[in-house]
């Protein structure tokens, strides 16, 4: 009868040890390789889902301010808004064109209360009494040096409202009714004289650059725009353009 032998404790050899090291090197770097991923796809969406907010706000808030264009509490007096009348100072369209950055600056007038600030958004429609007391609000969307587009009132001197950042672009065009129709028969990138009557409808394009590198490879970006001044760069950002039409329905006979 052979005698027992105690039992040793099986271990791992030195070479198990190093296979599983490798192994779980690996699957340690397969994980951070996705986590990676999915950061780097959280951060796109999330810059994404900004640029094209921004740009909802930026249209809602143009077509608000433009859609004033003209408007006078009394409805005999569109004549206050006509080149043609002794009040040619008071066109409730112009604007400077293609300046040294590309951009256009858009101003614009109407009638409104004493206590009016259109960009800060309140409504224009009040008559007060006596009507002496009502103004001529004029104000103007520009892009300033920090590639801002601001809205300001210069009638009233108020500080200027910023409405979005990080402008690539901003253009305007017109839409012109040369026979009164209502409809519009030509576009113009600047109005005068005659034109300041007959502007029905003003083209907006607005192009929005995110803050940051967002695609994971530089990419080239070209945008062609209304009478020329386009848009070129080659870059690791995101764009978002807003190309909207809004009529001027104070103009409109």
């Known amino acids: 009868m052979k005698p027992l032998q105690p039992n040793r404790s099986a271990g791992f050899s030195l070479v198990e040890l190093m296979v599983a090291l490798v192994v779980s090197l690996v699957l340690l770097a397969g994980v951070l390789q996705i986590l990676l991923s999915n950061r780097n796809s959280f951060s796109f ?53 293609g300046g040294a950055d590309g951009n256009d600056s858009l101003r614009l007038r109407f009638q409104a209360g004493s206590s009016h600030d259109g960009c800060n958004g309140p409504d224009a429609g009040v008559a007060e009494l006596p009507l002496s007391n009502l103004r001529m609000a004029d ?9 801002s587009l601001l809205c300001r009132d210069r009638s009233s001197g108020s500080v200027p409202q910023p409405i979005v950042e990080n402008v690539a672009r901003f253009k305007v065009t017109y839409g012109i009714d040369t ?52 848009f070129s760069a080659t ?12 009529a001027l329905r104070n103009a409109i006979p």
């Open 139 to 147: 104000l103007e969307l520009y892009v300033n040096d920090q590639n």
């Open 45 to 97: 969406q999330r810059d994404m889902a900004g640029l094209q907010e921004n740009a909802r706000l930026a249209s809602f808030v143009i077509e608000n301010v433009v859609a004033h264009a003209g408007y006078r509490v009394e409805i005999d007096t569109r004549d206050l808004f006509r080149a043609s009348s002794p009040f040619a100072n008071l066109a409730f369209v112009s604007s400077t064109s």
């Open 235 to 246: 870059n690791r950002h995101a764009y978002q353009l807003v190309d909207q039409v809004v």
């Open 179 to 230: 026979d009164r129709d209502g409809s519009v028969n030509t576009y113009a990138n600047s109005v005068g004289g005659a034109n300041a009557d007959n502007v029905v409808s003003v083209r907006l394009q607005l192009l929005l650059e995110s803050e940051d590198n967002i695609t994971p490879t530089a990419t080239s970006h070209n945008f062609a725009f209304a009478y020329g001044n386009n």
